[in-house]
């Protein structure tokens, strides 16, 4: 059984990494900026996780504060709801790092205009393809502020999303709501609508972005591609106030990538106050052709719940 090991390692385009391995998973994170989590792969397989090696940045509307938020890519920490220009502060400025228990903790600089600061622990197991991470925000202001944790992550174009559709016993009472973004069409041929299952497959030739979310009653989403098949789990609080019409997950595409999206409850954060959510990712070798098939898509979650 392979040790934890922590090491320091440079990038030709994102400069200072700390990578993490348990011998099964690779995963590399950002120390000049963010933090992002930079890469995830399985050991020798390709990074998961979307990069912007232009470094290009969202667009003038949003330069209101001293620097330009860069879009870089990778998985990181936001707040909900998405508000100009506060969710669009930059993350430019170095990161520390703590060694704890079978993993590191990353936190951000303050963020000045905000009154937050950022970070995530992320903890390997040992001898299985698993990490838990542990997304924070914390009240540095001087004023309460109320927000929701956002954890984001940028998955690489290619691949296909599949997300359950809750099946709550609900009656004559409606059992899911979903929410749409003003850019999404409804008949937009990337997502697939189910009993079971929602799909999201990225299609290099369709530019225009589509978004949706919904009450993920679940806590689980997966993204196939590259050999790979990454699932992601989440906390979830029955009955939650959440935000965007009450949705714990959401996912958005474009041509180049899709995020997938978890989200905690409207909290109000006073002074020194934080809030948490945690993630369970797990990331298994695993040969997937993009179907709508539900029994397919069914005996293929069972088999990775079954790992």
């Known amino acids: 059984m392979a040790a934890i090991t922590i090491n320091k390692i440079t990038d ?20 000049d900026f963010g933090p992002r989590v930079m890469h995830l792969s399985r050991v020798g397989m390709e990074n998961m996780f979307y990069q912007d ?3 290009s940045v969202i667009g003038d509307k949003y330069d209101v504060f001293d620097d330009q938020l860069i879009i870089y890519g990778g998985h990181r920490v936001w707040l909900s709801p998405e508000v100009v220009p506060r969710c669009y502060h930059p993350d430019n400025e ?13 936190t951000a600089a303050p963020e000045k205009h905000n009154g937050i600061q950022k970070g995530f622990t992320i903890v390997l197991e040992e ?4 990490a838990n991470v542990l997304h924070t925000i914390t009240n540095v202001g001087l004023w309460d502020i109320e927000i929701a944790i956002w954890c984001l992550s940028m998955m690489d174009g290619g691949g296909q999303e599949v997300m359950p559709m809750p099946d709550t016993k609900s009656g004559y009472l409606p059992n899911r709501n979903i929410s749409l973004w003003e850019y999404s069409e409804m008949n937009d041929s ?9 799909t999201l497959t990225p299609n290099a030739d369709m530019t225009h972005p589509f978004k949706l979310g919904y009450n993920n009653a679940d806590g689980w989403a997966a993204y196939f591609n590259k050999g790979q098949a990454y699932v992601k789990r989440f906390e979830l609080i029955e009955e939650g106030m959440y935000p965007d019409g009450g949705c714990s997950y959401e996912s958005y595409v474009n041509a180049k990538m899709l ?3 978890t989200l905690g409850e409207l909290t109000i954060l006073e002074p020194g106050e934080s809030v948490s959510l945690q993630e369970e990712w797990e ?16 005996s293929i979650i069972e088999e990775l719940a079954y790992k």
């Open 12 to 31: 030709p385009v994102f400069g200072n990494l700390v990578q993490l391995t348990n011998g099964l998973l690779d995963i590399r994170v950002s120390m």
């Open 127 to 130: 001898g299985a393809p698993y």
């Open 283 to 298: 990331l298994y070798q695993f040969d997937h052709e993009p179907t709508n098939d539900e029994g397919k898509l069914k």
């Open 53 to 55: 090696k232009t470094k």
């Open 190 to 198: 990337r997502v697939y609508w189910g009993k079971g299952f929602i």
């Open 94 to 106: 170095p990161v520390t790092m703590e060694e704890v228990s079978g993993g590191a903790k990353f």
């Open 259 to 261: 995020e997938m999206e």
